[in-house]
């Protein structure tokens, strides 16, 4: 999973990713043009249990890559902090991270306006959308006009139609609800108006009370699917995140944070994305394998081995709750636990596989 942090400068993006990637600023950063990449280690408590039980030599978990969004150049006007090269690569990203600025005083000279942040860099990303839909639209019509265009060419044609109009409207391409074979048209297109959006309103402690009252109007505001919005403290958590884990838990405790930024930002993403876990475990290694839900066992078995989907014979699974509660595989065999599914089961979030094949 690749995750692009994305906001207007000054609001946070960089804190926030030393924050999620547990990385530490290196002032040799500030001037890359380049995005920083880092990868963070998703710790799932469930798959720590089962290594235990299992007594497995190795535990891998899995990762996902954030990007931070280089900072503007000096000198350049704050308008121009959008650019193509940014875009380039957020549109590497499975789903965006959006911050935004709800510290500082009105000393600043534009002041706190989270709603209008917002827009200011959705509006971004619809006029990116729209220059590569109107460049894909403006070839599709040349061809037109020298040869009849093939049926898949045509439907292409409507569903671009479809997504200009919305654009034009100032909205973006997530809310064109279109049917699995018509977003595959698009996936092409990497569009940055269509990736899921997580928005998270980065406020001083004092604030944090009136930030979370105002969320509920906010999502009000930002209609449609695939939208989350989230609050948090950057630059505290991120000081906090360097400390000792028992110092930890007390500044979190004293923050009135019940469950860390780094948590509550994966979960909302792993949501938006509509992504679970699923686990595989013997003694020599238990492993955290990510799918997308509605995915079967013969996916699962493909994402843990190419070869064991192609030689796929069934998989034994057993549900985390059952397999912890049990002590294992010999616990939940004695009980009847361990169920028999061909290569259509969908797999469910916290499911123990064991592949069978050939
Ligand atoms: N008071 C306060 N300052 C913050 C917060 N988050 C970031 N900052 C500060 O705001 C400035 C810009 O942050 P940075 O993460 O570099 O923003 P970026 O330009 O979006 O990458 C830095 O001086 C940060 O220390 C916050 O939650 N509260
Ligand atoms: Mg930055």
Known sequence: MNIGLVGLPK???TTTFHL???????PAQTYRREATRAVATIIDTRAQKIHEITGSAKLVFTTVEYHDTPPV?????????????????LKLSDALIQVVRAFGTDEMEEGIDVLRDIRLVEDELIFSDL????????????TARLKPLSDEDKRELELLEQGKALLEENKPLRLLELPPE????????????????????????GDMKSIESSLPSLQKELEGKNVHILSLCAQIEQEISELSEDEQAAFLADLGVTEPALKRVLRASFDLLGLLSFFTTNEKETHVW???GGQTALEAAAAVHTDFAQRFIRAEVVSFEDFDSLGGYPGCREKGLLRLEGKDYIVKDGDVLLIRHN
């Open 182 to 205: 018509d977003k595959k048209r698009l996936r092409g297109f990497q569009f940055l108006s269509e990736k899921p959006l997580l928005v998270l309103i980065n406020g001083d402690e």
């Open 20 to 26: 999620l990637t547990g990385t530490k600023l290196d």
């Open 131 to 142: 220059v590569v839909l109107e460049g894909r639209q403006k070839r599709l019509q040349k």
């Open 73 to 89: 150049e000096m000198g350049s006007a704050k308008a121009d902090w959008f650019s193509s090269q940014i875009a380039a690569h």
């Open 290 to 292: 990510t799918l997308r």
């Open 11 to 13: 609001s946070g993006k």
